[in-house]
């Protein structure tokens, strides 16, 4: 009974990995075709460069959900700061 127990802790954070590399993909592919989200998500990860959110009306659907992906990437089970941070330095690239 501990073997299963373990086994569906195991599968509930592959879940939860799951659900973030996917909510971390769509947000690079959105970086990488947006320059304005590229410096959205600096932005949101340091909290410093302070960036208008009037461009949000002129993004269409797919990257407003990208958006709200990134704004909300810290509350996904799983979460990892260390790929929060190798993104960042892809959207640094992308902001030039």
Not at 6 to 34: G, K, M, P, Y
Request: charged fraction near 30%; aromatic fraction near 12%; charge should be positive.
């Amino acid at each position: 009974m501990k073997v299963a127990i373990s086994l569906h802790a195991d599968a509930e954070r592959t879940e939860w990995h799951n659900e973030f590399e996917s909510s971390l993909s769509l947000v690079r592919t959105a970086i990488a075709r947006r320059k304005w989200l590229a410096q959205a998500y600096i932005s949101w990860y340091r909290g410093v460069k302070k960036i208008s959110l009037y461009e949000f009306i002129k993004l269409d659907d797919s990257n407003c959900e990208a958006f709200r992906l990134m704004c909300n990437l810290r509350n996904v089970e799983g979460w990892n700061d260390q790929q929060l941070l190798e993104l960042e330095k892809f959207a640094k690239q992308h902001c030039k």
